[in-house]
């Protein structure tokens, strides 16, 4: 297989190359297809799952699925916040509590979060949002401050994180535009738990099914993991996952065919943290055959989005939200030929929609000022 079968094979896997959206029932569905999907930016991370359920689903919907419990936001991985089903909560904390404990530890000293502490934070925490009584990160500061507990900045951060990782607690509905906690046996009461080997073998199964083809270092980094861990997890799943070496790297997969390409060219506008983008260390470059990334001063330039093309970035771009309208300001790594700009602005459409409101589109080249909003 080549560098650039690879890349078609991957774009497929996570949702975003085939020619008709993937056939997930709902967003729960999109989310536990991945095991977890990067949510650091709520509002770009509904996007991401929208993109792969298709014309039809808002915003608004996924608000409303999110508000219900359909899925759940909480640090699950690396640490960063994450979307997870809530079929799958418990045993993915479970399984990597203990890994991104051991990754906080710094933090946690430097804030001087011992051991009693965090456990002491945790069961007042969790004594307060018991009963649905779902509380703000405001005010949970305030809470802890009650009892002499100074909750502020980075610090109240790793206190929430360590309950998190705990079980103890885990997204609520929104209120306004605020977040907030729920005790997580309240908003899921009945999630599965599973034996570590089992747990292991699933995410090991879940992350090169919806990822591959991948590199064991690539799950490393997605999952916090250790390689002897991820090495029995392969050991375990036995025949499900299949390998293939490239200039002498081993790419791990779900067997079976490639979906079949979208029509080229196909672009999409993928937020800064979609899992195409940040699902993978060793192997990124698949997504820069080209080099023109590599050769941009200002690379990703996150928090924009990443402008696809086919399965390569070909640019960034950022939203702007006006009274009438969404503006997508693209920066282009290239020129697009005429096709590909009618592409660029059919994917812009394809936003609005989900958003609810107009779209119009200013390009320009990188190093150049805009040419206008069309």
Known sequence: MTLDG???RRAGAVGLGSAQPA?????????????ALQSQDYHPAKWAIGQRLGPGVTDADLDRAFDDGVILRTHVLRPTWHFVAPADLRWLLELTAPRVHALNAYAYRR????????????????????GGNHLTRAEIAELLAQYGIIAEGFRLGYILIHAELERVICSGPL???????????????????????????????RFFTSHGPATVK?????????????????SLVGDVLESTEVDGVTYWSAPGKVLAPAPSPSVRLLQAYDEYIVGYRQSKHLLDLGGLVA??????????????????????????????????EAVLYRPFDAAETAALHAAADELGAFLGT????????????????T
């Open 111 to 130: 804030g001087e979060l011992d051991g009693p502490l965090l456990g002491r934070t945790t069961d007042l925490i969790a004594g307060a949002v018991a």
């Open 295 to 328: 050769a941009a001063p200002d690379k990703l330039a996150l928090p924009n989005g990443v402008i696809l093309v086919d399965t390569q970035v070909a640019g960034r771009w950022r939203r702007v939200v006006r009274a009438d309208a969404v503006v997508v």
């Open 218 to 234: 690539d799950l490393a980094w997605w999952s916090s993991l250790t390689r002897p861990d991820i090495v029995a997890g392969l």
């Open 23 to 35: 056939a997930f029932a709902g967003a729960a569905e999109v989310v536990g297809w991945f095991g």
């Open 6 to 8: 690879l890349a078609r």
């Open 358 to 373: 107009p779209t119009v589109v200013a390009v320009s080249l990188m190093g150049a000022a805009p040419a206008g909003a």
């Open 175 to 205: 209120r306004g535009r605020h977040h907030t906690y729920a005790l997580l046996d309240e908003r899921v009461p009945r999630a599965v738990s599973l034996e570590r080997e089992a747990a292991l073998a699933e995410l090991v199964r």
